[in-house]
């Protein structure tokens, strides 16, 4: 069984960073495909980024492109959400999630994913 665990949220200003965590266990990181999901009151969850076990592809939200990058630590069995020019519409509880199955590309569709953690809030806020 798959578990993950998010942590490194918090509250932080306008054009702030903060990296996230999302911990594995239970299975080896080299064989899992990670995503990234937010989601905020009353908006449905939306995929952020995700890195694909097979290939090591990545994709990006268009609303995150070039100020968030997901990183993979297998060593660690840990991926990074780092978030960079944090902007109060990125506040949200931040999800990852994960599958064990073969894939060259990695999916933004949250009803790919087997594994979730609990989740972790964000807030961009002055």
């Known amino acids: 069984q798959v578990q993950l665990v998010e942590s490194g949220g918090g509250l932080v200003q306008p054009g702030g960073s903060l990296r996230l965590s999302c911990a594995a266990s239970?299975?080896?990181?080299?064989?899992?495909?990670i995503g990234w999901f937010r989601q905020a009151p009353g908006k449905e969850r939306e995929g952020v980024s995700c890195?694909?076990?097979?290939?090591?592809?990545?994709y990006y939200g268009d609303s995150v492109k070039g100020r968030f990058t997901i990183i993979r630590d297998n060593a660690k069995n840990t991926v990074y959400l780092q978030m960079t020019s944090l902007k109060s519409e990125d506040t949200a509880v931040y999800y990852c999630?994960?599958?064990?199955?073969?894939?060259?590309?990695?999916?933004?569709?949250?009803?790919?994913?087997?594994?979730w953690g609990q989740g972790i809030q964000v807030t961009v806020s002055s």
């Open positions: 999630a994960a599958h064990r199955r073969i894939s060259y590309d990695c999916s933004r569709d949250p009803g790919s994913y087997d594994y």
């Open positions: 239970g299975f080896t990181l080299d064989y899992l495909t």
């Open positions: 890195v694909s076990s097979t290939s090591g592809r990545t």
